[in-house]
């Protein structure tokens, strides 16, 4: 699998998103923003995990 985001790229990526109002839900990420989804999904076993890491609460 070919990785476009580090995974502190995927970190920041996350927290942006909050920071704009964008919705952090899983369904709405893996349709709205389908490589950030693959790339997290790479490095933390969920999408959970990576909202946690992030700091972020949705």
Known sequence: MELSMTMDEVLHQVVRLQ???ES???KH????YPDLMKNALYYYPSW???LHKAGVVH
């Open 19 to 21: 920071g704009s109002g």
């Open 24 to 26: 952090l839900n899983k």
């Open 29 to 32: 990420i893996k349709k709205n």
């Open 48 to 50: 959970d995990h990576v």
